[in-house]
Protein backbone atom coordinates (compact mmCIF):
# COMPACT_ATOMS: atom_id res chain seq x y z
CA UNK A 1 0.00 0.00 0.00
CA UNK A 2 1.11 3.59 -0.91
CA UNK A 3 2.59 5.45 2.46
CA UNK A 4 3.64 2.67 4.21
CA UNK A 5 6.89 2.22 5.93
CA UNK A 6 9.16 0.36 8.79
CA UNK A 7 9.70 3.25 9.75
CA UNK A 8 7.48 4.76 12.98
CA UNK A 9 8.34 8.26 12.19
CA UNK A 10 5.64 7.94 9.41
CA UNK A 11 2.62 8.12 11.58
CA UNK A 12 0.74 11.09 12.05
CA UNK A 13 -2.38 10.46 14.07
CA UNK A 14 -3.15 7.20 16.08
CA UNK A 15 -6.78 5.71 16.15
CA UNK A 16 -7.87 4.38 19.16
CA UNK A 17 -11.15 2.79 20.08
CA UNK A 18 -12.74 4.66 23.66
CA UNK A 19 -13.50 0.91 24.65
CA UNK A 20 -10.00 -0.63 24.27
CA UNK A 21 -8.43 2.63 25.93
CA UNK A 22 -10.57 1.73 29.37
CA UNK A 23 -10.08 -1.90 29.06
CA UNK A 24 -6.30 -1.01 29.18
CA UNK A 25 -6.13 1.49 31.36
CA UNK A 26 -8.23 -0.41 33.55
CA UNK A 27 -6.50 -4.64 33.46
CA UNK A 28 -3.29 -2.57 33.74
CA UNK A 29 -4.52 -0.98 36.88
CA UNK A 30 -6.06 -4.13 38.51
CA UNK A 31 -2.13 -6.00 38.29
CA UNK A 32 -2.66 -7.08 34.20
CA UNK A 33 0.06 -5.43 31.57
CA UNK A 34 -2.45 -4.29 28.76
CA UNK A 35 -1.32 -1.91 26.01
CA UNK A 36 -2.52 -0.62 22.71
CA UNK A 37 -0.24 -1.44 20.31
CA UNK A 38 0.81 -0.49 16.53
CA UNK A 39 2.45 -3.06 14.11
CA UNK A 40 4.32 -2.72 11.49
CA UNK A 41 3.50 -1.62 8.32
CA UNK A 42 3.28 1.86 9.52
CA UNK A 43 1.38 4.99 7.76
CA UNK A 44 0.62 8.38 8.46
CA UNK A 45 -2.85 7.08 10.06
CA UNK A 46 -2.78 3.86 12.02
CA UNK A 47 -4.86 2.09 14.50
CA UNK A 48 -3.91 0.93 17.95
CA UNK A 49 -5.27 -2.65 19.53
CA UNK A 50 -5.66 -3.25 22.65
CA UNK A 51 -2.90 -5.64 24.07
CA UNK A 52 -2.13 -7.81 26.55
CA UNK A 53 1.37 -8.30 27.13
CA UNK A 54 3.08 -11.73 27.26
CA UNK A 55 6.15 -12.57 29.32
CA UNK A 56 8.11 -13.66 26.34
CA UNK A 57 7.35 -11.50 23.34
CA UNK A 58 9.84 -11.27 20.31
CA UNK A 59 11.47 -8.06 19.79
CA UNK A 60 10.23 -7.64 16.68
CA UNK A 61 7.31 -8.56 14.50
CA UNK A 62 8.50 -12.17 13.94
CA UNK A 63 9.41 -11.79 10.50
CA UNK A 64 12.24 -9.35 10.80
CA UNK A 65 10.49 -6.44 10.94
CA UNK A 66 10.52 -3.68 13.51
CA UNK A 67 8.94 -4.42 16.60
CA UNK A 68 5.60 -3.39 17.54
CA UNK A 69 4.82 0.33 19.53
CA UNK A 70 3.14 -0.05 22.84
CA UNK A 71 1.44 2.63 24.13
CA UNK A 72 0.39 2.16 28.19
CA UNK A 73 -2.77 3.31 28.31
CA UNK A 74 -2.02 6.04 30.94
CA UNK A 75 -0.77 7.94 28.11
CA UNK A 76 -4.11 8.24 26.27
CA UNK A 77 -5.95 10.04 29.17
CA UNK A 78 -4.93 12.98 30.90
CA UNK A 79 -3.29 13.53 34.44
CA UNK A 80 -6.09 14.77 36.29
CA UNK A 81 -8.12 11.47 34.78
CA UNK A 82 -10.29 9.80 37.82
CA UNK A 83 -8.24 7.25 39.91
CA UNK A 84 -9.45 3.66 39.50
CA UNK A 85 -11.86 2.99 42.56
CA UNK A 86 -10.14 0.23 45.24
CA UNK A 87 -11.39 -2.32 46.82
CA UNK A 88 -11.45 -0.74 49.96
CA UNK A 89 -12.51 2.89 49.41
CA UNK A 90 -16.02 1.24 48.54
CA UNK A 91 -16.33 -0.74 51.74
CA UNK A 92 -19.70 0.39 52.57
CA UNK A 93 -18.82 -0.51 56.57
CA UNK A 94 -16.44 2.48 56.81
CA UNK A 95 -19.87 4.66 56.09
CA UNK A 96 -21.47 5.78 59.64
CA UNK A 97 -24.99 4.69 58.64
CA UNK A 98 -24.06 1.07 57.94
CA UNK A 99 -21.31 -0.44 60.66
CA UNK A 100 -22.29 -4.18 59.69
CA UNK A 101 -20.22 -5.41 56.75
CA UNK A 102 -22.62 -7.02 53.85
CA UNK A 103 -20.41 -8.65 51.19
CA UNK A 104 -23.34 -8.30 48.59
CA UNK A 105 -23.21 -4.76 49.13
CA UNK A 106 -20.07 -4.09 49.14
CA UNK A 107 -19.81 -6.23 46.07
CA UNK A 108 -23.05 -3.58 44.23
CA UNK A 109 -21.18 -0.37 45.65
CA UNK A 110 -17.26 -1.40 43.95
CA UNK A 111 -19.08 -2.83 40.96
CA UNK A 112 -21.14 0.67 40.89
CA UNK A 113 -18.08 2.92 41.10
CA UNK A 114 -16.40 1.32 38.22
CA UNK A 115 -18.81 1.48 36.13
CA UNK A 116 -18.98 5.31 36.97
CA UNK A 117 -14.88 5.48 36.80
CA UNK A 118 -15.24 3.84 33.01
CA UNK A 119 -17.72 6.53 32.18
CA UNK A 120 -15.82 9.68 33.62
CA UNK A 121 -12.46 8.02 32.52
CA UNK A 122 -14.26 8.54 28.55
CA UNK A 123 -13.89 12.39 29.25
CA UNK A 124 -9.96 12.49 29.72
CA UNK A 125 -8.57 11.36 26.32
CA UNK A 126 -5.27 13.49 25.40
CA UNK A 127 -4.97 14.91 22.12
CA UNK A 128 -1.68 13.68 21.37
CA UNK A 129 1.09 11.30 22.55
CA UNK A 130 4.55 10.60 22.14
CA UNK A 131 5.26 7.29 20.86
CA UNK A 132 8.68 5.53 21.94
CA UNK A 133 10.80 4.62 18.99
CA UNK A 134 14.41 3.39 18.28
CA UNK A 135 15.30 7.44 17.53
CA UNK A 136 13.17 8.93 20.39
CA UNK A 137 10.15 10.11 20.89
CA UNK A 138 7.66 10.47 18.43
CA UNK A 139 4.67 12.65 18.68
CA UNK A 140 0.91 11.88 16.44
CA UNK A 141 -2.37 12.90 16.99
CA UNK A 142 -5.02 10.95 18.71
CA UNK A 143 -8.22 9.85 17.23
CA UNK A 144 -10.87 8.13 19.70
CA UNK A 145 -12.84 6.32 18.22
CA UNK A 146 -16.42 5.00 19.85
Known amino acids: MPGESDDPRAIRAVAVHADDVVTALEATERGR ?5 ITAPFAGRVRARLHVVQATEPA ?17 VTADAP ?11 MDD ?3 EY ?3 AHHERHAAAV ?3 REDVRGCFVDSVALT ?6 RVRVSVLG
Request: net charge negative; hydrophobic share 20%.
Open 115 to 117: DGW
Open 97 to 99: SSP
Open 33 to 37: EAVLR
Open 60 to 76: DDGHGGPAPIRIPPRKL
Open 102 to 104: DVE
Open 83 to 93: PYPRVDDTDPS
Open 133 to 138: TETGPH
